[in-house]
């Protein structure tokens, strides 16, 4: 039991950073107001989880300007896809015990 | 043993985040029972037409006649099918919305877009092919194009919404390519492929993923 949780990824414990690593790994770009949409959270706290993540090199932040406003938006990097895969071939490995 | 189950929570949840951020799955059953029934109607009413167009044929018809005629059974078929199309779109949008405000979904996302993207390019194309088939007078021809392009573009189109309309996508290019060797019963194979299938899809799709949920 313990190897398998030693196997779990601490960067991905919460809910959110879960939702977010999910939505990059299907799709090329995401931008703020969609994750906060989809994983229904305040913007503070999604802000808090990506700059955590884009920390441990698992996603990279692209800010662009359309017309005057600023748009956001991320992607997954080789490296978090990887350490994301890795985590999810832990939970299932947990649960097939 | 709790922990066990949140495990199981977060696979859950991130396969359903998954699937929410790239498919468009507000797509409700009831669009396709209305578009269905919509395109029923529409046949009927355009069978009713011929049938009034072929009661007024006489041998020695004069030609001003006959033209003025087959013009005036045209400008109705178009009518007809003009209505038929925005009926089913504006039932489609409805009864999606509908649906989309009950999963607390939006109705424009980017995975919407992607579908209607890849929908609109065999669809367009296969209306202006139909469009030259008429120029040219291949009017035997419409029907089964109509569906096989039809076909084409929901297969296209599936990776983005639910992947039950690939099958729908398949029938409906079998039922055109059928349709060719039967000149002459387009209607009925219209009626078909865009009446019957399309509510046999819709209240499948309903039972299988809106009731009680």
């Given at each position: 039991?313990?190897?398998?949780?030693?196997?779990?990824?601490?960067?991905?414990?919460?809910?959110?950073?879960?939702?977010?690593?999910?939505?990059?790994?299907?799709?090329?770009?995401?931008?703020?107001?969609?994750?906060?949409?989809?994983?229904?959270?305040?913007?503070?706290?999604i802000?808090?989880?990506?700059?955590?993540?884009?920390k441990?090199?698992?996603?990279?932040?692209?800010?662009?300007?359309?017309?005057?406003?600023?748009?956001?938006?991320?992607?997954?990097?080789?490296?978090?896809?990887?350490?994301?895969?890795?985590?999810?071939?832990?939970?299932?490995?947990l649960?097939?015990? | 043993?709790?922990?066990?189950?949140?495990?199981?929570?977060?696979?859950?949840?991130?396969?359903?985040?998954?699937?929410?951020?790239?498919?468009?799955?507000?797509?409700?059953?009831?669009?396709?029972?209305?578009?269905?029934?919509?395109?029923?109607?529409?046949?009927?009413?355009?069978?009713?037409?011929?049938?009034?167009?072929?009661?007024?044929?006489t041998?020695?018809?004069?030609?001003?006649?006959?033209?003025?005629?087959i013009?005036?059974?045209?400008?109705?078929?178009?009518?007809?099918?003009?209505?038929?199309?925005?009926?089913?779109?504006?039932?489609?949008?409805?009864?999606?919305?509908?649906?989309?405000?009950?999963l607390?979904?939006?109705?424009?996302?980017?995975?919407?877009?992607?579908?209607?993207?890849?929908?609109?390019?065999?669809?367009?194309?296969?209306?202006?092919?139909?469009?030259?088939?008429?120029?040219?007078?291949?009017?035997?021809?419409?029907?089964?194009?109509?569906?096989?392009?039809?076909?084409?573009?929901?297969?296209?189109?599936?990776?983005?919404?639910?992947?039950d309309?690939?099958?729908?996508?398949?029938?409906?290019i079998?039922?055109?390519?059928t349709?060719?060797?039967?000149?002459?019963?387009?209607?009925?194979?219209?009626?078909?492929?865009?009446?019957?299938?399309?509510?046999?899809?819709?209240?499948?799709?309903?039972?299988?993923?809106?009731?009680?949920?």
């Open positions: 039991m313990k190897e398998f949780i030693s196997q779990l990824n601490k960067a991905f414990e919460s809910r959110i950073r879960l939702g977010i690593m999910s939505m990059l790994m299907v799709n090329d770009t995401v931008d703020f107001l969609t994750l906060k949409e989809m994983l229904n959270a305040s913007d503070g706290n802000a808090s989880h990506i700059s955590a993540l884009e441990a090199e698992y996603l990279t932040v692209e800010k662009r300007f359309i017309g005057r406003k600023t748009n956001t938006s991320y992607s997954i990097t080789p490296y978090g896809r990887r350490a994301f895969n890795e985590h999810l071939a832990a939970l299932e490995k649960l097939k015990r | 043993m709790s922990q066990e189950k949140d495990y199981l929570q977060d696979l859950t949840e991130i396969r359903s985040i998954m699937e929410k951020s790239t498919r468009f799955i507000s797509l409700s059953g009831l669009s396709g029972v209305f578009a269905g029934i919509v395109a029923l109607a529409g046949a009927g009413m355009a069978h009713l037409s011929i049938r009034d167009f072929k009661s007024l044929l041998p020695d018809l004069a030609d001003e006649v006959w033209n003025s005629m013009v005036r059974l045209e400008v109705r078929l178009l009518l007809i099918a003009v209505s038929v199309l925005l009926l089913a779109l504006f039932g489609g949008y409805y009864f999606t919305a509908r649906k989309a405000k009950r607390e979904q939006h109705v424009w996302t980017k995975s919407t877009r992607h579908l209607l993207i890849n929908l609109s390019i065999p669809l367009i194309s296969g209306g202006l092919f139909c469009f030259s088939m008429y120029y040219h007078g291949l009017i035997g021809m419409i029907a089964p194009a109509m569906l096989i392009f039809y076909g084409l573009a929901l297969i296209n189109g599936s990776k983005y919404t639910l992947n309309t690939r099958y729908l996508g398949v029938l409906e079998a039922l055109g390519l349709a060719t060797f039967f000149v002459g019963y387009g209607l009925w194979f219209w009626a078909f492929g865009f009446g019957i299938l399309h509510i046999v899809y819709g209240i499948s799709m309903y039972y299988k993923y809106e009731r009680n949920k």
